[in-house]
């Protein structure tokens, strides 16, 4: 879905934050620990046959428009991403307390938002990409990092795309999930002593825009 021809693009001025800048620092913060050495509990618990039910099956597809259909896989590949990410994280960044706590949640978030998403799109769902997540789960301070840009992207790829969206049914899916990961975004934000809601409003992304930034990552192989 992603082209590996697309240019890096400076986002600081559209998104609100240096994404170049917060990668590099999180690889710097890397290397120097490497030289070194939906659940109940949560409260913001989100169940993936719910956002299911209101998605429309598989099977009826066909009579979705295929703008839908194309905003449903672009949001199950950012999905993918971020389930990913989690995933590795929780194996390799060594995450204690309530970072462990917030990574085990959300990735359980984002599992059931790409299960929802998948039964929906049926056989017209996109491949799960290869993923190589390298410094950025190496460690805690990286994985902080990493887990503000990749939540505020999200937050702002929703919010995006959602004005898109024709089919009734898929509108209210997607307007489920988006909260849940704006939730994420404060949650990350407020353990790494930022403001989780540091503006008063919240500018949403286009889509070339959340490739670009996702492109830059070079999460995806």
Known sequence: MFSTNKPRVDLSAVVGFDTDGALQETAEQ????????FLC???IALDAAAV???????????ATPKGDVAILNFAL????????????A????GLTGEHQRFARTVHQH?????????????SAAVKRPAFDFGS?????????????VLEDTGVQAYQGQTPFIKSNAIFKAAIAIHPVEARHAAWIRNLAGQSPAPEAFNPALTK?????AVMGTGFIK
């Open 208 to 212: 070339d825009q959340v490739l670009a």
């Open 52 to 62: 299911a039910g209101g998605l429309v099956p598989g099977a009826a597809m066909a």
């Open 41 to 43: 509990t949560s409260g």
């Open 30 to 37: 890397a290397q120097r620990h490497s030289r070194r050495s």
């Open 136 to 148: 950025a789960v190496t460690s805690q301070s990286a994985f902080t990092a990493t887990s503000i």
């Open 110 to 122: 984002e599992a059931a938002h790409v299960t929802a998403l998948k039964k929906a799109l049926g």
């Open 77 to 88: 590949t950012l999905e993918y991403l971020e389930s990913a990410f989690y995933a590795s």
């Open 90 to 93: 929780l194996k390799h960044a």
